[in-house]
């Protein structure tokens, strides 16, 4: 059973950059596609971006499109989310996810299975 452990949340103001990582325990890390969601309060968990198995293609929710930059390192089994021009309905949990199935992507939340404890990201105005 893979633990996926994400890390870098905080308070921020708008306009400010946070890097979050999630990092994965288990074998063949290499071989899922990875994704972020997020829930904020009263409101339903939604996709924030996703990254193949290999890291060759990305997918990005309108909302945080050229602003948000998912990334992986596969030798240190973690996925890594850059969020610069940080605005205060960017305020929520976020998850990290990993992909029910070995080399294929999803963009639902359903085509994951495994999902980390979450970081909080305030974003103050």
């Known amino acids: 059973q893979v633990q996926l452990v994400e890390s870098g949340g905080g308070l921020v103001q708008a306009g400010d950059s946070l890097r979050l990582s999630c990092a994965a325990s288990?074998?063949?890390?290499?071989?899922?596609?990875m994704g972020w969601f997020r829930q904020a309060p009263g409101k339903e968990r939604e996709f924030v971006a996703a990254?193949?198995?290999?890291?060759?293609?990305?997918y990005y929710a309108d909302s945080v499109k050229g602003r948000f930059t998912i990334s992986r390192d596969n030798a240190k089994n973690t996925v890594y989310l850059q969020m610069n021009s940080l605005k205060p309905e960017d305020t929520a949990v976020y998850h990290c996810?990993?992909?029910?199935?070995?080399?294929?992507?999803?963009?639902?939340?359903?085509?994951?299975?495994?999902w980390g404890q979450g970081t909080q990201v305030t974003v103050s105005s």
């Open positions: 990254i193949t198995w290999g890291g060759g293609n990305t």
């Open positions: 996810a990993r992909s029910n199935t070995v080399y294929k992507i999803g963009l639902l939340s359903t085509d994951f299975s495994s």
């Open positions: 288990g074998r063949l890390f290499s071989s899922y596609s």
